[in-house]
């Protein structure tokens, strides 16, 4: 099958989005598939070896300035050229431009349009938007949903959780659920003794660690006040917050603020391949507190290289989390986190249980068993629109 996959974001861009893009399209073309990616160009740090992928000239967006926005002359030029090949599939990724091209697409060429509704807008608004009421928010996130929705031919969600969102919606635009996964052989080793020596973080240091795009949805606010209800009896605890997002200085001048300056890295993106397994294994607890994610794949890396964790479970991350034995769940409350999490730093056969149950937990989540579905619904479609 020829796949065309949309998006408004794409690596050198770091995000759970372009993570689920790249997975997919890994196992797309392992089956032998062929699979082409259209993506912002974000300039020299573009990443286009591993797939073909077409970079459209965008701009940047004055209140995210780690995002582009595909220019309306790039679109339409793309919609012309790419008009011209033959797709068996076009797969949307984001409900921005690249869902626009999508639609023109579906009518120039009469092809199954799919998108994924990877990420929950309705509770990002009111970050983004902070000075709009909530309520007259809500009408218009949920308003856009609706619209969007009718203009594909299906849905693919990555939880229950998030397709009864859609239904609360009114939408009725077909809907299969099939979870991102991911690579499990590409979580594996990782050195945590070398990532904590370059980080100034003694062997024998309590260490926390989260993994998140640095922004104020993700709820690294609440994890930095758990750290600091932890600083009594832990008083030498390091926390490494591994990501890059709007919400960095001020992440920092909170902790400055709770006196956490001393105990907290800030070591940006890393690599996926080699100090990001580093920066995972360095933690004695992986903590995660995000409740606007449609699933949480990092939970599901922290798992597969058999780190601790302690989460809440909100959305996506209580699919994620169900029926597990590497986690311990949490509510959105500081005392309560941090007492699961002071129960696994005092306990290292408590860590020990936690980690080897991980492995196995992330095994449902592995990219080739979720991607048959994936191809089966697209081979479905592609034979509807034949017939």
Not at 114 to 137: D, I, M, Q, R, S
Request: proline letters at 5%; aromatic letters at 8%.
């Amino acid at each position: 099958m020829n796949i065309l996959m949309l998006s408004d974001v794409y690596f050198p861009r770091v995000n759970g989005v372009s993570t689920s893009i790249r997975t997919f399209a890994r196992e797309l073309q392992r089956l032998g598939h062929r699979v082409t990616i259209v993506a912002p160009a974000y300039g020299e740090a573009d990443e286009n070896g591993e797939f073909e992928t077409l970079r459209l000239r965008a701009r940047g967006i004055f209140f995210d300035p780690e995002d582009r926005l595909i220019r309306r002359s790039a679109l339409r030029n793309a919609a012309v050229e790419l008009a011209q090949r033959r797709w068996d599939v076009i797969h949307v990724h984001t409900p921005f431009r690249a869902h626009q091209l999508g639609v023109m697409l579906r009518k120039f060429t009469r092809r199954p349009l799919v998108e994924t509704y990877h990420t929950y807008f309705e509770p990002y608004a009111k970050h983004y938007f902070p000075w709009l009421p909530a309520g007259p928010l809500r009408f218009i996130a949920r308003s856009i949903s609706r619209r969007l929705c009718r203009e594909v031919d299906h849905l693919i969600v990555p939880t229950q959780q998030m397709e009864g969102v859609l239904n609360q919606y009114g939408i009725t635009t077909p809907t299969t659920i099939i979870p991102t996964g991911i690579d499990l052989d590409e979580f594996t080793g990782g050195d945590g003794a070398r990532f904590r020596q370059a980080q100034g973080i003694r062997a024998d240091q309590p260490t926390l660690v989260t993994v998140s795009r640095l922004a104020a949805e993700k709820n690294i606010g609440f994890l930095l006040e758990v750290a600091r209800a932890l600083l009594d009896e832990f008083p030498d605890l390091a926390f490494v917050i591994a990501g890059e997002g709007p919400d960095a200085e001020a992440l920092r001048a909170k902790g400055r603020a709770l006196g956490l300056e001393k105990h907290l890295r800030f070591p940006g993106n890393l690599d996926r391949r080699t100090t990001l397994l580093d920066c995972y294994r360095a933690g004695d607890v992986f903590v995660f507190a995000s409740p606007t994610e449609t699933q949480g794949l990092v939970l599901i890396e922290a798992m597969a290289l058999g780190v601790p964790i302690v989460s809440t479970a909100v959305m996506g991350t209580a699919t994620v989390l169900r029926d597990v034995r590497s986690a311990r769940i949490s509510g959105e409350n500081v005392a309560e986190f941090a007492g699961h999490v002071a129960a696994l730093l005092r306990s290292s056969a408590a860590r020990a249980q936690l980690s080897a149950a991980g492995r196995e937990d992330a095994g449902a989540w592995s990219a080739p068993v979720l991607m048959r579905k994936t191809i089966d619904l697209y081979e479905r479609l592609a034979q509807q629109q034949t017939t």
